[in-house]
C-alpha cells in the first residue's frame, strides 16, 4: 500500500479543498444565474399574458387576434403568443402548429418544449396558458438567448475550474513547502538537542503568529529550561564535589581522632565535632533536595493565601527567637494585597530563609543600626514583594549574581556556618510562583525581595 508523507498529504488537501470550493461556488453561481433568468421570463410573461386577456376581455377573440399581429411586429424572435383549440392545433398566433396536450392545460407558468417539429423542436420555452373562450391562449417567450448564454457560463465555469486546479497545485505545493520546511527545521533542532547541542532554538518568523511560531516559542523557552537546569546540574555538581570535599575530609579527620584518642573528655568533644560535620553536610542535602522539589512541585498544592495572614503568621513565629538573639524585629505590612495562589509551604520556607539569613547577618545592636531586621509587604499594581532588610554588611552589586548561584558564598561569609544553598531555593520558590528574587542596598545591610505577580 502506498503511503504519502505528510507533506504530500497537506498538499493534497489543499488542491482537494481548492477544487471543493471553486466546483461549489460555480454550481452556485450557475443555480442563480439560471433562477434569476427563469424569474426575468416569468416575469415578462406573466404581464404579456395578463395584458392579452385584458384586451379579449375588452374586445372578444378579434381583439386578441389582432393584438398578437401588432405584438408580432416588434421583431421579438423570442415572443411566443398563439391561440389554439382543445386538440392542441394553431388557430392563430405565432408558435408551432401542433402543441402537445400536455402543453394546453391552463396552469401557472412553467418551462418545456411546445413542439416537435422543426424549428421549435428542442427548443424550451418559459410560458402560460389561459382560457379564452372556447379556446387557450398560450403566451410565452423562447429562451434561445438564455441557452446561449448558460452555454458560455459553463465553458466560463469550466474555464475557471480548470484554472482553479492548477492554482490548487501551485498553492498547495507552496503550501507543503512551507510547513515542510518549518517541520523540517524544528526536527532539525530536536536531533541537535537529542545528540547534545543544547544552544540551537526554532526561532520564529517575525511578526508571525502562527501554530507554527506558538511551537516553536513553547519550544526554544523549553530548551531554554533545559539549558538552563543542565547549566545548574553541572555547576552543582562541580560544587558539590569541591564543597563536600572539605566536610567529608573534616569527618574523617575527626573520626580518626575519635578512634585514637583514650581520654573519654577528648573523644566526647571529638564525637561532637563529628556530629557538627555531619549534620553541615546533611543540611547541604536536604537543601538542595528542596530545590528540586520545589522546581517540580505540582500545581495541585497551591491554594488561594492571604500575603498579609502569611507575614503575619511568619512575624509571629520569629519575634522571640529575634528577641532572643538580642535583635529587633519588625513586620510592617504596607497594604492588603488581594489573595494569590501559591504553595504555602514553600512560600513560608523562603521568607524564613531570607530571614534566617538576616539574623546571621544582621550585625551588632546599635553599630550603625545594626541588630534589625524588618518584614515587609508591598503590594501594587505590578504585584507584591515580600521582602526581608536587614543592617548588615549587605552584598555589593557585583557580588549578587555569586550570591543567587548554588553553592555561592562569599569571602565574608566564610566564617559562617552554612553551604550557599539558601538564597538559591528562595530563587527557585520564586520562579515557581512565575516571579524573581531581588537583592538590593539598604544603606547599610541588604534587601532580600520575592516579587510575585498579582
Known amino acids: 500500500m502506498l503511503r504519502l508523507s505528510v507533506t504530500a498529504r497537506i498538499a493534497l488537501l489543499a488542491i482537494a479543498l481548492a477544487i471543493v470550493t471553486n466546483l461549489v461556488l460555480a454550481t452556485f453561481l450557475w443555480q442563480q444565474i439560471h433562477s434569476d433568468a427563469v424569474d426575468a421570463v416569468r416575469r415578462d410573461t406573466t404581464e404579456q399574458s395578463d395584458a392579452f386577456v385584458s384586451v379579449y376581455r375588452s374586445g372578444g377573440l378579434t381583439a386578441l387576434v389582432q393584438a398578437i399581429h401588432d405584438a408580432s411586429r416588434s421583431h421579438d424572435s423570442s415572443l411566443v403568443a398563439l391561440i389554439v383549440d382543445g386538440a392542441g392545433r394553431k388557430v392563430n398566433g405565432i408558435g408551432p402548429d401542433q402543441l402537445p396536450l400536455s402543453a394546453t392545460a ?154 585514637l584518642v583514650t581520654d573519654p573528655v577528648q573523644r566526647d568533644a571529638a564525637l561532637s565535632g563529628l556530629l557538627v560535620e555531619t549534620d553541615l553536610v546533611m543540611r547541604m542535602l536536604s537543601t538542595l533536595l528542596e530545590i528540586t522539589r520545589s522546581q517540580s512541585v505540582s500545581r495541585d498544592r497551591f491554594t488561594d493565601i492571604d500575603p498579609a495572614a502569611l ?23 504596607e497594604s492588603h494585597p488581594p489573595h494569590i495562589v501559591m504553595h504555602r509551604e514553600l512560600m513560608t520556607q523562603a521568607i524564613t530563609n531570607l530571614i534566617d539569613n538576616a539574623l546571621r547577618h544582621a550585625g551588632p545592636k546599635g553599630v550603625n543600626g545594626g541588630g534589625q531586621i524588618t518584614l515587609r509587604l508591598k503590594g501594587g499594581a505590578g504585584g507584591i514583594r515580600l521582602q526581608v532588610e536587614d543592617r548588615g554588611p549587605g552584598i ?59
Open 106 to 259: 391552463p396552469g401557472s407558468f412553467h418551462v418545456g418544449s411546445l413542439g416537435t417539429a422543426e424549428p421549435w423542436t428542442g427548443r424550451e420555452a418559459g410560458y402560460i396558458v389561459r382560457r379564452v373562450g372556447t379556446y387557450r391562449l398560450v403566451s410565452g417567450h423562447l429562451m434561445d438567448d438564455w441557452q446561449q448564454e448558460q452555454r458560455g457560463i459553463e465553458r466560463a465555469l469550466l474555464l475557471a475550474t480548470i484554472l482553479s486546479l492548477m492554482l490548487g497545485v501551485v498553492g498547495g505545493l507552496v503550501v507543503a513547502r512551507y510547513v515542510g520546511r518549518r517541520l523540517n527545521n524544528i526536527a532539525a533542532v530536536i536531533e541537535g538537542v537529542g545528540q547534545g547541542d543544547l544552544s540551537r532554538r526554532v526561532g520564529s518568523v517575525a511578526g508571525g503568529g502562527d501554530a507554527f511560531d506558538r511551537l516553536s516559542i513553547r519550544l526554544d523557552a523549553m530548551l531554554d529550561k533545559v539549558e538552563r537546569l543542565m547549566g545548574e546540574l553541572r555547576i552543582v555538581t562541580d560544587s558539590l564535589a569541591h564543597d563536600l570535599r572539605s566536610p567529608i575530609a573534616r569527618l574523617r579527620a575527626k573520626t580518626e581522632t575519635a578512634i
Open 311 to 333: 507575614v503575619e503568621e511568619i512575624a509571629e513565629l520569629y519575634e522571640p527567637v529575634a528577641d532572643d538573639a538580642g535583635i529587633i524585629f519588625t513586620a510592617l505590612i
Open 396 to 454: 555589593a552589586e557585583r557580588d549578587r549574581e555569586q550570591a543567587l548561584s548554588r553553592f555561592g558564598r562569599l569571602d565574608s561569609a566564610r566564617t559562617i556556618p552554612g553551604a550557599g544553598l539558601g538564597l538559591s531555593l528562595v530563587a527557585a520558590v520564586a520562579r515557581l510562583h512565575g516571579g524573581r528574587l531581588e537583592l538590593g542596598d539598604n544603606a547599610p545591610g541588604l534587601i532580600a525581595a520575592i516579587v510575585l505577580p498579582s
